[in-house]
């Protein structure tokens, strides 16, 4: 009698794929760390070999704890913050609803559209005869600059967020019987979040931009002030000191609104 063998059904197991190796990067801390020991070191050796009678590391330091000390560089530091964030904050807050009638609105955007291309190629520095002419000298001219310059900047990248949502998320709602104002509440603004953080990002970066020249007009403090006075007495350290101040309160704001930008729009795809 002959036997048969039949062949096993059984699945054989497969032995697990090699797992790729994937890179180990360095920390993005260290090398941010890296970065600045590198850039201090330049620093010190282009200062050290005489460059333009550029100050070092150590000769700014100084300065900014003589400054620091006769409680010079706190109160720049508080008038430039309160110009810088009033102009900001009244500039985001205008920019977005504008934003928002220019991408919704047909009308809206053929009514206003032609007055923000045209102010966008008209610098904020420009508008400082004019300002003081009609606002005087006071606070008011220097934080409707730095709000001009916050407002362009912002008011088109929402506009942008609002045209760039997707025609079939806003179908889709409409089908399901969302009236308008849901569709606008519930679909363009969250698809808009990305552009309207990243237009605050770069209106902030306007802003901080645009202090030292609205502080031109006659400021009796501020850090723009503080560096056209050391300009005029040739005080290199003063300035340096200026430049940092404004440098990492400009990104201690930005690493604020970046992390405002991570948390709110977590449900987006990001590679």
Sequence with gaps: MTTVTLPDKRPTPTAPAPR???RRGV???LLNLISLAIGVGLWALVSRLGFQDLPGPVAVVRRAGDLI???TLPGDI????RRV????ALGTLLAIPVGFLMGWYAVARGLIEPYIQFFRTVPPLAVIPLAIVMMGIGET???FVIFLAAFLSSVVATYQGVVDVDKTLINAARVLGASDMTVFARVVIPASAPFILVGMRIGLGSAWGTLVAAELIAAQ?????RMQQAQLYYDLPTIFVGLITIGLLGLAMDRLLLFAERRLTGWQERR
């Design 85 to 88: 964030l009033i102009g900001f």
């Design 141 to 143: 001219p220097k934080i």
């Design 221 to 225: 403090e501020g850090l723009g002030r």
């Design 20 to 22: 790729r190796a994937g």
């Design 69 to 71: 000390m006769d409680g």
């Design 27 to 29: 920390p993005r801390g």
């Design 78 to 81: 508080l008038a430039s913050l």
